[in-house]
């Protein structure tokens, strides 16, 4: 077996292998061409291909760690059968190289984290022979789009009332206006979503410029696919868009967040079905986001009021790796 570092030169490869693992564990693919393109050029990423004597790809491993944070990510995807012998090298040559960029980053121990759909027995052997552990589950949620026009929008027309209000009665909190957002907000836009994901599992801090240029890497950004929640003047609540599902006619929620001052009144709902409506209107069948089912904050509930499902989950194992190797 051959390994080597994969480039942009291999991406028809790489979907071929990533296309045969996601149909073996999920019957589905998962991934487009633009998602593999976009994973190789995110910051900080490393990825590696496996090739047989023939030089056919039989499996794809990368790092993902944009932040170059105490928080690794390691994914591998065989060909069945054929590809699995490649589970226990490319986890090895990973685990070696998580920790050498620990000790290039100034960590003493950072936690890796891998992947890995219940069907994935085998996989789930070679992490397990590695010392990785169970951490958690995460869902893959979808539902579908109607292709029936919808304002995204929310009014902000008060309710007209026949009596007088009562001044013991608590007022009524301004409804939310949801808007696209604005080329100068993206700080506040940053802002909110690292305060709001602060109270998840797991939050990894990123500064300002670096979750810019983690963006400006995207290949491609529709912004008006970018909604902020504005209540009083204040933006409580944010949405980002990904174009990781547009090749199979999906649109996808990578974040969806709202300040913990603001929970509780909606805003969430209503960044999720004015994001429905724009994808509806661009001609996406389907929505979809994944979430973790550990999430404090009730996310799971969220979308499944919004008419969402699960279409599949994956769980999450971890362990540590000492700088040291």
């Not at 789930?124 to 292709?147: D, K, N, Q, V, Y």
């Not at 009144?265 to 661009?282: D, E, M, N, Q």
Request: charged share 20%.
């Amino acid at each position: 077996m051959d390994v080597r570092e994969c480039t942009l030169r291999d991406v028809a490869a790489v979907l071929a292998v990533v296309t045969a693992a996601d149909i073996a564990a999920i019957g589905e693919p998962e991934w487009t061409e633009e998602e593999i393109v976009a994973t190789l050029t995110a910051p900080n990423n490393e990825a590696w291909l496996a090739f047989d004597a023939g030089g056919t790809a039989l499996a794809w491993a990368y790092l993902d760690n944009p932040e170059r944070a105490a928080r690794d990510n390691v994914e591998v995807y065989a060909v069945p059968e054929a590809g699995r012998t490649a589970f226990g090298p490319l986890l090895d040559l990973a685990l070696e190289r998580v920790a050498e960029r620990a000790r290039a980053a100034g960590h003493a121990e950072v936690s890796l984290q891998a992947g890995a759909v219940a069907t994935e027995t085998e996989y789930i052997a070679a992490l397990t022979e590695r010392g990785f552990a169970f951490r958690r589950r995460h869902a893959r949620m979808t539902r579908p789009l109607s292709p029936d026009p919808v304002t995204p929008s929310v009014s902000v027309t008060p309710s007209v009332s026949v009596t007088p209000p009562d001044p013991a009665m608590p007022p009524v909190p301004p409804q939310p206006v949801i808007r696209v957002v604005r080329p100068d907000e993206l700080e506040t836009f940053h802002r909110v979503l690292q305060t709001a994901f602060a109270d998840t599992t797991d939050f990894v801090p990123i500064g300002f410029a670096d979750w810019l240029e983690s963006v400006r890497a995207l290949p491609s950004i529709a912004w008006d696919e970018w909604l902020v929640a504005e209540v009083g003047g204040e933006v409580a609540g944010v949405l980002e868009s990904s174009q990781r599902g547009v090749e199979r006619g999906e649109g996808w929620v990578r974040n969806l967040a709202v300040l913990r001052e603001y929970r509780g009144r909606g805003i969430g709902g209503a960044l999720l079905r004015a994001a429905f409506a724009i994808y509806a209107a661009k001609g996406r069948t389907t929505a979809g986001l994944g979430v973790d089912l550990t999430n404090p904050t009730g996310a799971y509930h969220l979308y499944t009021s919004v008419g969402m499902t699960v279409a599949f989950a994956a769980d999450v194992y971890e362990r540590a790796v000492s700088a040291r190797g």
